[in-house]
Nanobody, 127 residues
């Protein structure tokens, strides 16, 4: 079992920045991919970014590419999502999640393959 705790959400003006953190504990050695997803009211959960636990390959949704950066602190088993130039459409609850299975790149963007989820952190961007 892997436990995930997100932090760093908040209210920011359009154009501002936030950094989200996702701290993993428990069987963190079993993680294959750690991803960030978001869900806005009335919308489906969508992929934001992901990092391969071993190797560090990163993946981004087109909507956040060039604005968001995902990174990992190996020593702390923590993954960060640096979000710059935030827009009102980035407003959502952000979740980190883990896919523990053998890495397959085709799975990275699909929430159904992620088994362990954090509680979520709210990000609100005002215009």
């Amino acid at each position: 079992q892997v436990q995930l705790v997100e932090s760093g959400g908040g209210l920011v003006q359009s154009g501002g920045s936030l950094r989200l953190s996702c701290a993993a504990s428990g069987r963190s050695f079993s993680i294959s991919v750690l991803g960030w997803f978001r869900q806005a009211p009335g919308k489906e959960r969508e992929f934001v970014a992901a990092v391969r636990w071993n190797g560090g390959d990163t993946y981004y949704a087109d909507a956040v590419k060039d604005r968001f950066t995902i990174s990992r602190d190996n020593a702390k088993d923590t993954v960060y999502l640096q979000m710059n130039n935030l827009k009102p459409e980035d407003t959502a609850v952000y979740y980190c999640a883990v896919d523990p299975d053998v890495f397959v790149s085709a799975r990275v963007r699909h929430a159904r393959f992620y088994i362990h989820w954090g509680q979520g952190t709210q990000v609100t961007v005002s215009s």
